[in-house]
Each structure stands twice: as structure tokens, then as C-alpha cells.
């Protein structure tokens, strides 16, 4: 719910090694500007993804620093924030759309062998 109503998602889980990363998914599909730390974990799979469907979809940061900066660049340029609230909206949609159709050939073949083995289906 409160990715619906902020403009930027700082992942705070990410600047934490201990955290081994946070999810940045919720806050793409809900039109946010991602900024992220270095330690994204299991989710660098995901960040790569959206990075190759748009390389403004999540923005990857050092620390603190450089939080600030990008922090200040994006309240500052609306077509800037724009530029990347879009772009994680629409590579997480993409992405996710993909795993949905990956799903539903997985299930739709399982569905089929099954039905042909039993001799429902030729």
C-alpha cells in the first residue's frame, strides 16, 4: 500500500550484507523509482532481468553517498523520476507477464501428458 502512494523505493534491506538483499519486486509493479544497495542476494537474478528489459528499471547504489546524490537528483528532475518509475513498472510487468506464460505452458503440458496417459486426449 505505500508503494502506491511514494514516488521512490529505497530497498533498505540491500545496504545491509547481513540482509543477503530485499525483494524490489512490490515497489516495481507499483511504479515506484527503485534504488537499491550492493547487496541484493538471491534477488540479482531479478535485478539483472529488469536491467536487460531496461537498464532504468532498478538503480543499483554503492551506499549512503550516493543514495543522497541520486535521492536529490530524482526530486529534483520529474522527468528523470518519471523516466524511472516507468521503466520499473514496465520491466517488472514484462518480467513477470514472461513468468506467468512459463507457468502456464509448464502446467498446460503436465495437464496434457497426464490427460494422454490416461487416454483422454490423443
Known amino acids: 500500500m505505500l508503494y502506491r502512494v511514494t514516488p521512490i523505493a529505497v530497498v533498505g534491506g540491500s545496504f545491509l ?3 543477503s538483499g530485499h525483494n524490489f ?3 516495481a ?3 515506484c523509482a527503485v534504488l537499491t544497495g550492493p ?3 538471491h534477488f540479482y537474478h531479478m535485478l539483472v532481468e529488469m536491467w536487460q528489459i531496461n537498464p532504468l ?3 543499483q547504489l554503492t551506499g549512503e553517498a550516493e ?3 541520486v535521492l536529490k537528483e530524482l526530486l529534483g528532475d520529474s522527468k528523470a523520476l518519471e523516466a ?5 513498472k514496465d520491466a517488472f510487468s514484462i518480467m513477470s507477464h514472461g513468468v506467468v ?6 502446467v498446460s503440458r503436465f495437464a496434457i501428458d497426464s490427460q494422454q496417459k490416461r487416454g483422454i486426449v490423443d
Open 17 to 19: 550484507p547481513s540482509l
Open 25 to 27: 519486486s512490490e515497489a
Open 29 to 31: 509493479a507499483a511504479g
Open 39 to 41: 547487496h541484493v542476494g
Open 57 to 59: 528499471a532498478v538503480k
Open 67 to 69: 543514495l543522497l546524490e
Open 84 to 88: 524511472r518509475q516507468g521503466a520499473a
Open 101 to 106: 506464460n512459463r507457468v502456464w505452458n509448464l
